[in-house]
């Protein structure tokens, strides 16, 4: 692991950026280290077809970073907008309390976008992310997207696959706690509320919520900001507080959304095929590697597609895209790929 980039993900570009050391060394991060991020657009081009390798559907780019004395995984992966789980994924033997002071490791701020429709808000329930897509505008020939790590429901309290629409955003929401969650409160720590108010340090809604027409489920902040990246909710969808706060002003009331299950996302990058391959968090895909095909069935890329690093991606489950691409396959002209930034653009 570590070195200029992991040569398990076959990345093929340049890491982005200069290698990061923050904070500065032998101090403890602060909470106000984590709201320095603007909102980041990535292009991207969705396929106009089966077998589209003129299609550009992994964003954004790997980074490096160097452990300091005090970081945790949970910092890193916080201030990199990643969840728990992404980093966790990425580097299962790196203890996450006490990463190893000075190894330099590659950040895995790149994904393959998820087959949808490309339009509003979808989850990604096994990667544990989600995607905002912007209202399309017909002046605009490339299309963007917006994207945050999240919380999801417990295995027993799990997210659905559903379809939904925003009907209403809250500022500093009161948490009327249902009657299921306030059983449950009672038999395990004997506290009876029945509500807690906005701004509450305990209330679990954080600052911002997004109300949707699925009933009982939200999205929203935390007051747990480790809570990102982990199954620990009653099936709600919790984003870290800043990022709660980059999302609330840009997603409207009649947005249409998804939650979808993607465990294995196929996307094309500069005419290479990728892969990228998550746990099945909830035990729903009894054979991951059927799965796999038929995303690539599905998605006409399966016979630019090597069975060797298929197998190999699939087996590891690293989480991050993988080139999967049969080298000697007929040559592609890219000379009229549009796109190619990869570094996406800021939104003020």
Not at 19 to 48: C, K, N, T
Not at 76 to 103: K, Q, S, T, V
Request: aromatic share 10%; proline share 9%.
């Amino acid at each position: 692991m570590g070195g200029k980039y992991d040569k398990r993900w076959g990345w093929g570009i340049v890491i982005f950026g200069l290698i990061i050391s923050l904070p500065a060394a032998g101090l403890a991060w602060q909470e106000s280290d984590f709201f320095h991020r603007r909102v980041v657009a990535h292009p991207f081009i969705p396929p106009r077809g089966p077998g589209d390798l003129q299609a550009q559907t992994v964003i954004g780019a790997p980074r490096e970073y160097i452990f300091q004395e005090k970081d945790t995984i949970l910092d890193i992966a916080r201030y990199f907008d990643l969840g728990y789980n992404e980093l966790h994924e990425a580097y299962p033997p790196i203890d996450p309390w006490l990463p190893p002071h000075g190894e330099v490791i590659t950040v895995p701020t790149f994904w393959v976008v998820p087959s949808s429709e490309y339009e509003g808000v979808v989850v990604n329930i096994p990667e544990m992310r989600l995607y905002y897509f912007p209202t399309l505008r017909h002046d605009l020939s490339q299309r963007t997207v917006i994207t945050f790590p999240v919380g999801l429901g417990r295995e027993d309290w799990p997210t659905p696959r559903a379809k939904f629409k925003v009907r209403g955003k809250t500022e500093n929401p009161t948490w009327v706690i249902p009657e299921s969650i306030k059983k449950e409160r009672i038999q395990e720590n004997g506290w009876t509320e029945n509500f807690i108010p906005g701004g509450h340090p305990d209330n679990p809604l954080g600052t911002h919520r997004i109300e949707l027409t699925l009933p009982l489920y939200t999205i929203h902040g935390t007051n747990n900001p480790w809570a990102v990246g982990r199954l620990v909710t009653h099936g709600c969808i919790r984003l870290y507080p800043e990022d709660i706060k980059r999302v609330f002003p840009i997603v409207r009331p009649g947005t249409v959304g998804e939650f979808v299950y993607e465990p294995v996302k196929v996307g094309v990058r500069d005419g290479k095929v990728y892969v990228e391959v998550h746990k099945d968090i909830y035990n729903l895909i009894p054979d991951l590697r059927y799965e796999a095909r038929r995303a690539l069935q599905t998605a006409g890329l399966d016979p630019f597609v090597d069975s060797v690093l298929l197998a190999s991606a699939l087996e590891e489950s690293l989480g991050v895209p993988v080139d999967v691409t049969r080298r000697g396959r007929r040559k592609v002209d890219l000379t009229r790929q549009r796109g190619k930034n990869s570094k996406g653009t800021m939104l003020e």
